[in-house]
């Protein structure tokens, strides 16, 4: 799987392409190709967060990123 490597390794194609023999150029297509299959089956704002309303989820973070904040406890039910 050159693509889940190349994402684990952050970007580095040649190192893939050499471990599975295939030139760099292959690397890329097939690397692009799979970056379009997993955005395909990748949900869309609207599912991810009806899921997360559905769920009772508190918190979403719908690009991975991490952002440094202060968690305010709050009186209520929850």
């Known amino acids: 799987m050159p693509v889940l490597r190349w994402f684990r390794d952050r970007g580095r194609i040649h190192r893939p392409a ?9 690397g890329y297509r ?14 869309d704002s609207r599912e991810v967060l009806e899921r ?17 904040c202060e968690c305010v406890a709050g009186w209520g039910p929850r």
């Open 18 to 26: 050499l471990d599975t023999e295939i030139p760099q150029a292959t």
């Open 30 to 43: 097939y690397l692009h190709e799979g970056i379009d299959v997993l955005a395909d089956r990748a949900p």
């Open 52 to 68: 997360q309303h559905d769920e009772s989820m508190t918190r979403v973070m719908p690009d991975g990123t991490l952002v440094a």
